[in-house]
T-cell receptor, first 113, second 113 residues
Framework: EAQVTQNPRYLITVTGKKLTVTCSQNMNHEYMSWYRQDPGLGLRQIYYSMNVEVTDKGDVPEGYKVSRKEKRNFPLILESPSPNQTSLYFC????????????FGPGTRLTVL | KQEVTQIPAALSVPEGENLVLNCSFTDSAIYNLQWFRQDPGKGLTSLLLIQSSQREQTSGRLNASLDKSSGRSTLYIAASQPGDSATYLCAVNPNNQGGKLIFGQGTELSVKP
């Protein structure tokens, strides 16, 4: 089944403890991106990647890192999480350069205490 | 700056009714517009994608239209069912913004049996 998967689905952590949220797609998509969803603010893009080793900032990149060493994986790294990063995170992927239909993962609900 | 607005914010209808959800955007320079469904605490499911050169797309009981010049899209749901209850999000994919989707705040639909 063609899909985008994320792990973990739920995570409660404490301020300053480094964490990684993984994202993987099995559709051979070049384009991948991360969004966060917050009440009243909607969905906002954090980072995106056009292909392996090509990443760029979205609208809200502060406090996040990404890497794209393999085509199928695009992990989101929080080096020192803070409570304002408590949110629902989504990974998405698309064929080509992002100007096509985008498919989203199931989401990761992160709580930073 | 591209802005996306969805009206109404919430809608409650009896089962069987036909309904229209509205989406407007401020800049017509887009690759495409995508409609999503989001169930509470869940991921985004892609419903329909309309390319900028298209006027409408249909999938089952769903029909989406696009009028790029006026900055409007509608999602028509025929013969609504309780299982259609969810939040519906529209997102535009602006030209030359690296595949970043700009989302509306969504319409929360409740279909009563």
């Amino acid at each position: 089944e063609a899909q985008v998967t994320q792990n973990p689905r739920y995570l409660i952590t404490v301020t300053g403890k480094k964490l990684t949220v993984t994202c993987s797609q099995n559709m051979n998509h070049e384009y991948m991106s991360w969004y966060r969803q917050d009440p009243g603010l909607g969905l906002r893009q954090i980072y995106y990647s056009m292909n392996v080793e090509v990443t760029d900032k979205g609208d809200v990149p502060e406090g996040y890192k990404v890497s794209r060493k393999e085509k199928r994986n695009f992990p989101l790294i929080l080096e020192s999480p803070s409570p304002n990063q408590t949110s629902l995170y989504f990974c998405a992927s698309s064929i080509g350069n992002g100007a096509n239909e985008q498919f989203f993962g199931p989401g990761t609900r992160l709580t930073v205490l | 700056k591209q802005e996306v607005t969805q009206i109404p914010a919430a809608l409650s209808v009896p089962e069987g009714e036909n309904l229209v959800l509205n989406c407007s955007f401020t800049d017509s320079a887009i690759y495409n517009l995508q409609w999503f469904r989001q169930d509470p605490g869940k991921g985004l499911t892609s419903l329909l994608l309309i390319q900028s050169s298209q006027r409408e797309q249909t999938s089952g009981r769903l029909n989406a239209s696009l009028d790029k010049s006026s900055g409007r899209s509608t999602l028509y749901i025929a013969a609504s069912q309780p299982g259609d209850s969810a939040t519906y999000l529209c997102a535009v994919n602006p030209n030359n913004q690296g595949g970043k989707l700009i989302f509306g705040q969504g319409t929360e639909l409740s279909v009563k049996p």
